[in-house]
Structure formats: structure tokens, C-alpha cells
């Protein structure tokens, strides 16, 4: 494990229905295999601590790695917001990278060159284009989430990172046709995903 990265937790946000999907998308299954468990694996190598929010029991039950934290969302009814808070109050790091459940391409290579971005720069939080939920963040910005969900109903991220301190990562070329991104909101997007 790189020294870099011995200073992020992994943080899976896998909670809450999803309108368009009909269900929680941690239950998503590709070839058979539940995604989360797949995504797991990846950041396996990358990550010493990682960290799944959502406490539902049913999860935790289909989760193969017995080494995860799962913690359920501190503050209730917060959406990714409130993912994000219980991540860096959870994190026994000092930075949280932050990953939505439904992105099943993520690639091991952004997320090194994220990280190795991050380290150079004095910000709080790092995203390729605005990709929020496939981020860095500083825990350091707990306090600073925690006052914004008390005083504002927005909890579009947007809103929240509009008082903070954060960069967009711009791919390089060869990364830019990388699918890395791609998540699945639909039963559509699952099969144009297992389509590409």
C-alpha cells in the first residue's frame, strides 16, 4: 500500500431507496454477483480501512468481506450529505475518498492519481468534473457539514461545496473515455452498462 494512501478511508455511501431503480442500489447484481461486493474488492488493495454507510441488516448479511465497517447514517433524512458527514466523523483517517454503491466501473487508476493530486494541493475536497460521490474529502470538513445541514434544507452537494475549498481532477486523455463513472439509476442504465 502506497504511504500516500494510508491516510484515506474508503467510504461506500449505499444508503437509501432509489425512486427510479424501485430499490436500495446496494442490493444491485451484475453476472450474478452483488456490486457492492465487487467495488469491495477493488478498493481492497488501495485502502486499509473501508467504511459502508447504510446500517440495514439485510446488507450487512450479503457483504462478503467481514473486515468493513458498516455504520448507519448519524443524522437521518440527509441524503448523500448526510453519507458524507457519517464518513468523516466514522474515517480514523485524515481524508475520506468518498464512492456511491451504483458505479460499477470505478478504476484503480484515477483513484491513485486523485489521490496523489490531492496530497500536492491545500483544498478540501477533490472530484473529477463533478463527480461528488466519486471524491475526496478532508474529515477535517466535518464541523463545517455538520453547521450547514443545521442551518440550510438544501441538500443538493452543490450547495454544500459552494462554502468549502474544492478543485475539479482533470482526467488525463487516455482515462477520458473511461467508464469509470458510469452509474446505474435504472434498470436501463444496468443494461446499457452491461452493454458497453
Known amino acids: ?24 442500489k446496494a442490493f444491485l447484481k451484475i453476472n450474478n454477483k452483488y456490486l ?49 458527514y457519517t464518513a468523516l466523523k466514522t474515517s480514523n483517517y485524515k481524508n475520506s475518498f468518498v464512492f456511491a454503491c451504483d458505479m460499477p466501473a470505478i478504476n484503480t487508476k484515477i483513484i491513485k492519481l486523485m489521490i496523489d493530486k490531492f496530497e500536492k494541493r491545500k483544498i478540501d475536497s477533490l472530484m473529477p468534473d463533478f463527480h461528488p460521490l466519486h471524491a475526496i474529502y478532508s474529515n477535517s470538513l ?8 443545521q442551518q440550510n434544507k438544501n441538500l443538493k452537494i452543490k450547495g454544500f461545496l459552494d462554502t468549502i475549498n474544492y478543485e475539479y481532477f482533470k482526467l488525463p486523455e487516455e482515462l477520458k473515455t473511461n467508464k469509470s463513472f458510469y452509474n446505474i439509476n435504472s434498470e436501463e442504465d444496468l443494461r446499457r452498462f452491461i452493454n458497453l
Open 36 to 84: 457492492i461486493n465487487s467495488i469491495i474488492k477493488k478498493l481492497n488493495p488501495l485502502f486499509k480501512e473501508i467504511i459502508v454507510i447504510n446500517g440495514d441488516e439485510k446488507l450487512k448479511k450479503i457483504i462478503e468481506n467481514k473486515n468493513i465497517i458498516i455504520k448507519d447514517d448519524i443524522i437521518k433524512n440527509k441524503g448523500p450529505l448526510g453519507g458524507i
Open 1 to 24: 500500500m502506497n504511504s500516500m494512501q494510508k491516510n484515506y478511508s474508503a467510504v461506500i455511501l449505499a444508503g437509501g431507496e432509489s425512486r427510479r431503480m424501485g430499490f436500495n
Open 142 to 149: 466535518a464541523k463545517n457539514l455538520i453547521t450547514y445541514l
